[in-house]
């Protein structure tokens, strides 16, 4: 089958799209965004399991995107001129302005009734007079593991954590914007930005310090809250400044159906690393078939395991790795890090990234192998991507190609509209989501 | 009071303090390791710290050593020429051989009963013929918390730990020895070395590789089991190698009376940081008080704190370091570290060189904290004083004239003779000891 099926067909499966998404179905794009597969099903069999999630599972490896990339842009074109003239021309007139609100401090698991939908907002679609903020139109939102401690009240004097969430205010995420206005000389009307945005429909920015502008318009812009964006960063910063890779070391990487394991299982393979990952899910069983079979079949990963099917995670770490592990990129925490501990090899690295078991505890887990990095002489290394961005453009230089040639496997989650975003990142810590979650606030 | 009192004074309080020694009397250097407190006391008032220690603490700041070193030498030319005679001269006699044995792999906390001094083994003074090792005559014997670790049975197929002790064998650990006969080219009769041997009288030492040779004497000899042996390169390779300091930083560390702790906190004051040390003890109130009286009288550092007073040590690591930690030295483990972990400051290392309070667990304590080395992107990193040796040399370089110059004030604690050795180690873990544990088996 092509990789590029006629027009035609990709508006013809669009609409199918959008009618079953309604119905939270499934479908799922392979090879490049734009050409489906046709078997959609609600109960397929588990030999299929790329069928049977209940989110939209994009699996991207594609080459081009332009040509839709600019019926999108016309068609934001059109919708720009009419709000222009729907507020008169001159004068600015409010517009709706759903928002999606943290309803107070989550403490244990959060569920979606944490947040809740607040359609009755408006905003005037134009900044302030005399503030260097800018107004945009949020069309993609990110779902990522460390907003989940954001959720957190914060502990008087502790400034361990990083700035919670306010309770009555939107959540606050990355995501892909369009500027509709603009009070800041670096930014202007049209542009394409990615960054901190809130859980709404527009949002004033002011924190512009935080925006990076969308150069490359050639890929879908939904990836510049993944393999483009903060994840895609943490990866590449994590792998490569943190974890001091070299050719031919073994790597395990927990979460590695995630937002940042897929990629960072790519950029080791691409080195030519020895890649393992485990991926588990509170979920479905088909889901850990699925991420499994992802993860060797679609990133190329050496192997991937089930943890969740493992009753003693150090006796299979030890079975996939009978001479260690090198470096471990730690997304998960708790009785995995432990299980890993046992199995570092000497002078082995474990960059620490999240640690999304964690999360939803109010008392973490202990870690009891400790005194493994003294005789194995590990390093353990924590990192925060805010404190790579320099590294943005090297990174671009670096994946760019990748992406155009291909060799990244990239895999999206995608829920349909603002309304779904509260399950969306409920669905991060069920694992229910298998690659990056993203949100469709607007496709335009 | 001069700290060169006329050699009949030394000569006098030399036997004088030999027959209190006999009856676990306490003495104390202060200045130089010849001028000695004469407040000797059984049952002194707390207000007198220094001299309410069980064994025998040596608060070493000298400058010369010289006249004394010859006369040891000397008393050993001596004996030497005694023990040949005794062999007859040509043919080679076996002497008795005491030895300090390991009964049986250890679990949970360890008792004296768990060794045992064999008296009735002998020893020729002679290497086999064609074999390269040497035979050598133990004079000082090093008790380490790293050694608690070895007395445990290994579990099958996992490596993590390091090499266990034999049951029915010999305690293995540095020392510092004189060379009877050697069939190694790099060493001679006469030498003295320091390195891995076994507790006992001689021993006829194979794994010649582990062994340094002794060439500056101008100092005490049993400073080659501490400041100048394993200890002293762990506390320079762990500070200036892992933590990364600058001048400036705050620096805690963590059981720092004991051989390590206190040469990290002196390198460290030395290099401009400030300084904080704990220490504790399970033993006596009055040996918590002369710690951190150490620390901060003797040792110079900015403050230091008995953690069995904290019923919070997060409490007290945030009133004792506001601004937070830059440079952690874990000596410790379990609860201090989950305490340190939320106090460290952004970008701090964590130096890991041991965890004693986690030795004796059957199942080592959980740290919670983890989270942290995201929050504050820390580093953690455990390291072995092994693979630092090459920097022996330059060690020496950049200490001995600290030494000499008196700028390092260094404390032992020396427990006479082979048979108070499983004590002294014992009491490593109970904080029994002041400074550098000791067992003298010879004095030349």
């Known amino acids: 089958m092509s990789c590029y099926p006629p027009f035609f067909l990709y508006v013809l499966v669009h609409f199918v799209l959008i009618f079953l998404s309604s119905f939270s179905f499934t479908f799922l794009r392979t090879k490049s965004p734009y050409t489906h597969k046709s078997d959609l099903s609600l109960s397929p069999p588990l030999s299929t399991p790329f069928v049977t999630i209940n989110t939209n599972l994009h699996v991207h490896c594609s080459k081009q995107f332009h040509s839709v990339r600019e019926r999108e842009r016309e068609r934001e074109r059109e919708k720009l001129r009419f709000v222009v003239m729907a507020s008169g021309g001159g004068s600015v007139e409010e517009v709706s302005n759903k928002q999606v609100i943290l309803k107070d401090y989550v403490s244990g698991f959060p569920k979606e009734s944490d947040m809740y939908l607040n359609a009755s907002g408006t905003i005037k679609l134009k900044v302030p007079e005399g503030s260097n903020a800018i107004l945009v139109k949020n069309l993609y939102l990110s779902c990522d593991p460390y907003m989940r401690p954001r959720m957190k009240q914060p502990i008087p004097g502790n400034e361990t954590y990083i700035e919670p969430f306010k309770p009555g205010s939107p959540i606050v995420g990355n995501g892909v ?19 901190m945005t809130g859980w709404e429909e527009y949002s004033l920015i002011t924190a512009t310090q935080t925006l990076y502008k969308i150069h490359h318009t050639d890929v879908p812009l939904s990836y510049y809250t993944g393999l483009l964006g903060m994840p895609g960063m943490t990866a590449y910063a994590g792998f490569y400044e943190i974890c001091s890779p070299k050719k031919g070391e073994r790597v395990f990487i927990s979460a590695a159906s995630g937002a940042v394991g897929q990629l960072v299982g790519q950029f080791a393979k691409l080195l030519g690393c020895y890649v393992i990952g485990s991926a588990g899910s509170k979920e479905k069983a088909s889901l850990l078939i699925m991420r499994v079979d992802l993860l060797k079949n679609k990133f190329g990963f050496n192997e991937a395991f ?14 996939y790795f009978p001479e260690g592990i090198d470096i471990y990129f730690e997304n998960v925490g708790g009785k995995m890090l432990d299980a890993v501990l046992l199995n570092m090899r000497a002078h082995g690295r474990i960059a620490v990234c999240g640690m999304i078991s964690q999360y939803n505890l109010e008392h973490p887990e202990g870690v009891h192998n400790l005194m493994t990095v003294v005789w194995k002489r590990v390093r353990i290394e924590g990192f925060m991507v805010s404190e790579y961005h320099h590294l943005f453009p090297k990174f671009l ?11 990244i496997t990239y895999v999206e989650d995608v829920a349909e509209g603002l309304e779904s975003a509260p399950a969306a990142l409920i669905g991060l810590f069920t694992g229910r989501n298998v690659g990056k979650q993203v949100v469709v606030v607007a496709r335009e």
Chains 1, 2 share one sequence.
């Open 306 to 319: 089930n943890y969740k099917e493992e009753p003693d995670l150090h006796a299979a770490l030890k079975r």
């Open 177 to 195: 914007a369009k500027v509709l206005d603009s009070g800041h000389p670096d930014f202007k009307k049209g542009d394409l930005i990615w960054g």
């Open 397 to 407: 230089e670096f994946v760019l190609p990748y992406i155009k040639e291909g060799k």
